[in-house]
């Protein structure tokens, strides 16, 4: 009977344990599944591009496995067990091969973003990472360890392409980045506050190729030789891809749940399916996609309610992103898409104040770098909540 149907959340990743935490504070009867293709292991992603800095390998990173994590929350959590489809008419989801199938109250799509990878040529591919969870930050780490590597090529010269070039930075190992376009941090900063975190790197002993894209990937004796469409290589030991993520809508696509540029719902959670809702990396929110920790925070602690019987709107007020980047820190509260207004950018050395303002003078967004960023709470309480 429904009364005992169990909550399912798909996602054991910081939305996924998040919101598994938030429902039992309110109700610690109903059964609880969790359901993960990985080894479910709880850990803090944020961490994957600090490895080198804070000197620490994937199991220094995980803090409980799955079995203690079940415990903890008077859960079963299956591992290893990928969910292919969702029979949203009669609340049941298909696993591993489809002969089990398992009756769902309310269902909570937690299931994050996948790396976009780039369209990339040659015969080394094996030899080109990307570090999106904890398996591959194992793998990751192994390569670096087993092959003796000396250079990374990262390509992408994003949030996450930023933190593992001053990451390995710190580890001694020699960077060179590729990005097509024309500074760091080049969707999220202004030219200035971007061109600062380059000169801070740089000063550490990167070297960066912006405006060409990665073309080819091929071995070159132990390495490998990366090849720009502008004629350039790089020669290196071996490859980091950070173009970006996005979000995982197959699984909701596949279940006829709407989905956009992740999968939609609105302040409930809710998706275009009864009972089943979403949050996290692959959620949009209201028409917002915000693949960061503290939005799905604030998703987590609403929809822990709304599932123990209370419906509660998530709220998001403003929540600049912090960038790892110790040479040269970086907070950015990036104005909404679309938002009409102007930068004005006061700067000195390394340190960008840079401040995304209206007509009428209403602070929308700002850039801090180096001492700057010490601006940032008094500019926070400026900024208008994302969703009030
Ligand atoms: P994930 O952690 O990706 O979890 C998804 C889960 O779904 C996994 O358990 C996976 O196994 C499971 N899954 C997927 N598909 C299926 C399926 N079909 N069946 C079963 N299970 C499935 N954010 C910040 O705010 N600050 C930072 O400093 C920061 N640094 C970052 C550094 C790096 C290197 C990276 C990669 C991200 C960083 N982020 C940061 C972003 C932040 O880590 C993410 O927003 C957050 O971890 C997303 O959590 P999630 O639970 O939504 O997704």
């Not at 199938?101 to 269902?107: R, V």
């Not at 960038?323 to 930068?343: M, N, R, S």
């Not at 009428?360 to 008094?378: D, H, S």
């Not at 500019?379 to 009030?388: G, M, V, Y």
Request: aromatic fraction near 4%; include cysteine; charged fraction near 20%.
């Amino acid at each position: 009977d429904k009364v005992h149907a169990p909550v399912v959340i798909i996602g054991t990743g910081l939305a996924g344990y998040g919101v598994a935490k938030e429902f039992r504070k309110h109700d610690s009867d109903t059964p609880l599944i969790l359901i993960t293709s990985d080894d479910g292991r709880s850990y803090s992603k944020p961490m994957l591009s600090t490895g080198y800095t804070k000197n620490t390998t994937a199991n220094d990173l995980a803090q409980l496995d799955a079995g203690s994590m079940a415990k903890m929350l008077k859960a079963s959590v299956w591992t290893m067990t990928r969910v292919a489809e969702i029979d949203t008419a009669n609340q049941m989801i298909k696993v591993g091969d489809a002969q089990s199938a398992i009756h769902y109250g309310k269902l909570v799509l937690a299931v994050g973003a996948e790396v976009i990878q780039p369209p990339i040529g040659g015969d080394a591919l094996e030899k080109v990472y990307s570090v999106n969870d904890l398996l591959d930050y194992d793998d990751f780490r192994s390569a670096v360890e087993k092959n003796g590597v000396k250079k990374v090529c990262i390509i992408g010269g994003g949030l996450i392409g930023c933190e593992f070039t001053n990451d390995l930075l710190n580890g001694g190992f020699e960077v060179e980045a590729v990005d097509p376009l024309g500074h760091c941090l080049p969707t999220l900063l202004p030219e200035q506050a971007g061109k600062a975190v380059q000169a801070a790197l740089e000063s550490k002993g990167a070297t960066f190729h912006f405006g060409p894209l990665v073309t080819e990937v091929n071995h070159a004796g132990e390495g490998v030789r990366v090849t720009l469409n502008n004629g350039e290589t790089i020669d290196a030991d071996l490859v980091v891809s950070a173009v970006g993520v996005r979000p995982r809508v197959a699984l909701a696509q596949a279940s006829g749940i709407d989905t956009n540029r992740g999968v939609v719902t609105n302040r409930l959670l809710e998706t275009s399916a009864p009972n089943v809702y979403a949050m996290g990396d692959c959620a949009e929110v209201g028409g917002h996609v915000l693949v960061y920790v503290a939005p799905l925070m604030a998703a987590a602690r609403a929809l822990g309610k709304t599932l123990a019987g209370e419906p509660t709107e998530v709220s998001y007020p403003a929540m600049p992103v912090t960038i790892k980047t110790p040479a040269c820190p970086v907070v950015v509260a990036p104005p909404a898409p679309g938002a009409q207004g102007e930068w004005t950018v006061q700067a000195q050395g390394n340190d960008v104040q840079a401040e995304f303002r209206d007509a009428a003078g209403n602070l929308l967004g700002f850039a801090l770098t180096g001492e700057a960023t010490k601006a940032k709470l008094a500019l926070q309480k400026e900024l208008p909540a994302i969703l009030a």
